[in-house]
């Protein structure tokens, strides 16, 4: 039965997917309107700190106000959503909790409330959507095995980059083409040194956050997302930072080449990402030796080789990941995990002169910025990983442009993404992991 079919028949049931939604931000707010005209399935409750948005978010989709609660505590939000009403709290805490709650999605992009929420969650049992990838390239493989140990879905959105590039990564590997690179156009400008107030009158003309907006041009969304797609397929990066060539969809098969072919790659088999007109899109570029293949892809005006690019030319954000929940929830998969646990990391790297003493403010901050480094090298160089860089203090002066590492750093040990990445690191070293993952997931195995 497809997806629709089944949600179609949840719908005659008058049992619709559940859902709760952590962020009420720009993405989140599209989120509900998306849902509210789908079949099967409701946004139920959102958890916001600022409670107006979630209310505004349930107004914006067509919920009358006399239908919507707000609650702080299980026993007020279970009753409201047993009554068909909709939930509203400032406590995201209180979703994984709620019994009429099928799944969850976190859409605030923060490290430390997308680990804390996606752990309550597989506590819980219930599913998790997580739009977060920021926390999912510092946390995401023991979350997925803390998910599968106890029966419940992890997985990444649908809409977003790494989500919309593996679709075409798994249609070229499931056809056995040679994968040379895939990988995203990069909406904004590139500047390492942007800051939430040199960008704050532009983001209050595009209506978003000025931290979001400076994660975007200081280019770590562009490593983190690259970074979660590495660790879903496995493909590494082409080098730290990646390349992120200028170019346009007609050239990406001549840049995104190996070095003998007059291309930019050292080797197969590479995450990367494009300045220029391949934004909003993304890409695969791939390559055959088969001669039928290569006549084939020819006849079919694919072009004339030797390389050739399946591309999407657009990715439509939270208004897709609602297939992630109805995939979680029905089909009981993910859309994209970290499968290949850690291949990818994404280290902190200072924008000015840091100096000892100060609390680093975290990803889209005035401080780092992230840039994707190969797993096994930023272990063996002990480079701080970005999502848990938030509330560290700093031992001792660093300079610009240098990369931190643990021990130029007293992390914030309270924090849950901190304390998931020490258990996480030991998982990964350690053949004890099952015993850990399997106490902290509530012991089933």
Same mark, same amino acid.
């Given at each position: 039965?497809?997806? =629709? *079919?089944?949600?179609?028949?949840?719908? /005659?049931?008058?049992?619709?997917?559940?859902?709760?939604?952590?962020? #009420?931000?720009?993405?989140?707010?599209?989120?509900?309107?998306?849902?509210?005209?789908?079949?099967?399935?409701?946004?139920?409750?959102?958890?916001?700190?600022?409670?107006?948005?979630?209310?505004?978010?349930?107004?914006?989709?067509?919920?009358?106000?006399?239908? &919507?609660?707000?609650?702080?505590?299980?026993? $007020?939000?279970?009753?409201?959503?047993?009554?068909?009403?909709?939930?509203?709290?400032?406590?995201?805490?209180? @979703?994984?909790?709620?019994?009429?709650?099928?799944?969850?999605?976190?859409?605030?992009?923060?490290? *430390? @409330?997308?680990?804390?929420? #996606?752990?309550?969650?597989?506590?819980?049992?219930? =599913?998790?959507?997580?739009?977060?990838?920021?926390?999912?390239?510092?946390?995401?493989?023991?979350?997925?095995?803390?998910?599968?140990?106890?029966?419940? !879905?992890?997985?990444?959105?649908? %809409?977003?980059?790494?989500?919309?590039?593996?679709?075409?990564?798994?249609?070229?590997?499931?056809?056995?083409?040679?994968?040379?690179?895939?990988?995203?156009?990069?909406?904004?400008?590139?500047? /390492?040194?942007?800051?939430?107030?040199?960008?704050?009158?532009?983001?209050?003309?595009?209506?978003?956050?000025?931290?979001?907006?400076?994660?975007?041009?200081?280019?770590?969304?562009?490593?983190?997302?690259?970074?979660?797609?590495?660790?879903?397929?496995?493909?590494?990066?082409?080098?730290? %930072?990646?390349?992120?060539?200028?170019?346009?969809?007609?050239?990406?098969?001549?840049?995104?080449?190996?070095?003998?072919?007059?291309?930019?790659?050292?080797?197969?088999?590479?995450?990367?990402?494009?300045?220029?007109? !391949?934004?909003?899109?993304?890409?695969?570029?791939?390559?055959?030796?088969?001669?039928? !293949? &290569?006549?084939?892809?020819?006849?079919?005006?694919?072009?004339?080789?030797?390389?050739?690019?399946?591309?999407?030319?657009? =990715?439509?954000?939270?208004?897709?990941?609602?297939?992630?929940?109805? /995939?979680?929830?029905?089909?009981?998969?993910? $859309?994209?995990?970290?499968?290949?646990?850690?291949?990818?990391?994404?280290?902190?790297?200072?924008?000015? /002169?840091?100096?000892?003493?100060?609390?680093?403010?975290?990803?889209?901050?005035?401080?780092?910025?992230?840039?994707?480094?190969?797993?096994?090298? #930023?272990?063996?160089?002990? @480079?701080?990983?970005? +999502?848990?860089?938030?509330?560290? &203090?700093?031992?001792?002066?660093?300079?610009?442009?240098?990369?931190?590492?643990?021990?130029?750093?007293?992390?914030? *040990?309270?924090?849950? !993404?901190?304390?998931?990445?020490?258990?996480?690191?030991?998982?990964?070293? $350690?053949?004890?992991?099952?015993?850990?993952?399997?106490?902290?997931? +509530?012991?089933?195995?």
């Amino acid at each position: 039965m497809k997806l =629709h *079919e089944k949600l179609l028949e949840r719908e /005659r049931m008058n049992a619709p997917i559940t859902v709760g939604l952590v962020g #009420a931000g720009q993405m989140g707010t599209g989120l509900v309107s998306q849902v509210a005209s789908m079949k099967g399935m409701r946004v139920s409750a959102i958890a916001d700190i600022v409670i107006e948005r979630a209310r505004r978010a349930f107004l914006a989709a067509g919920v009358p106000e006399q239908a &919507i609660v707000m609650a702080d505590d299980v026993a $007020t939000a279970d009753e409201a959503l047993t009554a068909g009403r909709r939930v509203i709290t400032r406590s995201a805490d209180l @979703l994984p909790q709620l019994a009429g709650l099928e799944a969850i999605i976190e859409a605030t992009g923060v490290p *430390e @409330l997308g680990a804390r929420i #996606a752990w309550l969650s597989i506590l819980g049992r219930k =599913h998790i959507v997580s739009m977060n990838v920021e926390a999912d390239v510092t946390v995401g493989p023991l979350l997925k095995r803390m998910a599968d140990v106890g029966g419940v !879905v992890y997985t990444g959105a649908a %809409g977003d980059e790494p989500a919309a590039t593996l679709e075409l990564y798994e249609f070229a590997q499931a056809l056995g083409l040679t994968i040379l690179c895939a990988g995203k156009g990069k909406n904004n400008p590139l500047d /390492r040194r942007a800051t939430p107030d040199s960008l704050a009158a532009e983001a209050r003309a595009r209506g978003m956050s000025p931290r979001m907006l400076c994660s975007f041009v200081d280019g770590t969304k562009t490593m983190v997302e690259m970074a979660a797609l590495a660790n879903a397929t496995g493909l590494r990066p082409s080098r730290r %930072g990646l390349h992120g060539p200028q170019t346009d969809i007609e050239q990406l098969t001549k840049v995104f080449a190996l070095r003998y072919q007059g291309g930019i790659l050292e080797e197969a088999g590479v995450v990367d990402y494009a300045i220029g007109n !391949v934004a909003p899109g993304v890409f695969v570029v791939f390559t055959s030796d088969l001669p039928v !293949v &290569i006549d084939e892809l020819r006849y079919l005006k694919m072009g004339d080789g030797p390389n050739w690019v399946l591309y999407r030319p657009y =990715h439509l954000t939270s208004l897709e990941t609602p297939l992630s929940v109805a /995939r979680a929830v029905l089909n009981g998969e993910p $859309t994209i995990a970290p499968t290949h646990g850690m291949v990818a990391e994404v280290i902190a790297v200072a924008k000015r /002169r840091l100096r000892a003493g100060e609390q680093i403010d975290g990803i889209g901050g005035s401080m780092i910025y992230g840039l994707i480094e190969r797993a096994e090298i #930023a272990r063996a160089e002990q @480079l701080l990983p970005i +999502g848990i860089a938030q509330g560290a &203090i700093l031992r001792t002066d660093i300079e610009q442009g240098q990369p931190l590492t643990y021990t130029d750093v007293m992390l914030d *040990e309270n924090q849950t !993404v901190v304390q998931l990445r020490r258990l996480q690191d030991q998982w990964l070293l $350690t053949a004890s992991s099952g015993a850990m993952v399997t106490s902290l997931s +509530g012991g089933r195995e």
